[in-house]
C-alpha cells in the first residue's frame, strides 16, 4: 500500500508560483512512476505533469515551459515547481503513482489533493 500527501498549495495572483511536495510512504512504489493530476471545477481530472524513476518527464501541453516536475528518490518525495501562473490553473491538484513501470493508463494511488486558487 502507498500513501501520499500533498502540500504546498494556496492562492496566488497571476504570474506567480508555487512549489507543490507530494510525500510517499508505504513499499513497492520506488521504481515506479509518479504524476501530478489536476481537476477544474467542472471539468474532467487531467495528467499535468509525470516523471519516471530515472528522471523522464511529460508534461501537458498547457504547462510546458512553466511547470517543471522533479522528484528526490531517497526522500520518497515528487515536486511541482509551478511559475508564471494563469487562472485556467486553478484546480485540486492530486499526486499519483503508477503500479507499472512507466507512465501509461491510470495510475494506482491516489493522494487526497491540494487546492490551487489562481486570482486574476
Known amino acids: 500500500q502507498v500513501q501520499l500527501v500533498e502540500s504546498g498549495g494556496g492562492l496566488v495572483q497571476t504570474g506567480g508560483s508555487l512549489k507543490l511536495s507530494c510525500a510517499a510512504s508505504g513499499s513497492g512504489f520506488s521504481g515506479n512512476p509518479m504524476g501530478w493530476y489536476r481537476q477544474a471545477p467542472g471539468k474532467q481530472r487531467e495528467l499535468g505533469a509525470g516523471i519516471t524513476s530515472d528522471g523522464g518527464t511529460v508534461y501537458a501541453d498547457s504547462v510546458k515551459g512553466r511547470f517543471t516536475v522533479s522528484r528526490d528518490n531517497a526522500k520518497n518525495t515528487m515536486y511541482l515547481q509551478m511559475n508564471d501562473l494563469k487562472p485556467e490553473d486553478t484546480a485540486v491538484y492530486y499526486c499519483?503513482?503508477?503500479?507499472?513501470?512507466?507512465?501509461?493508463?491510470?495510475?494506482?494511488?491516489w493522494g487526497q489533493g491540494t487546492q490551487v486558487t489562481v486570482s486574476s
Open positions: 499519483a503513482v503508477w503500479r507499472t513501470r512507466i507512465i501509461f493508463g491510470a495510475p494506482g494511488y
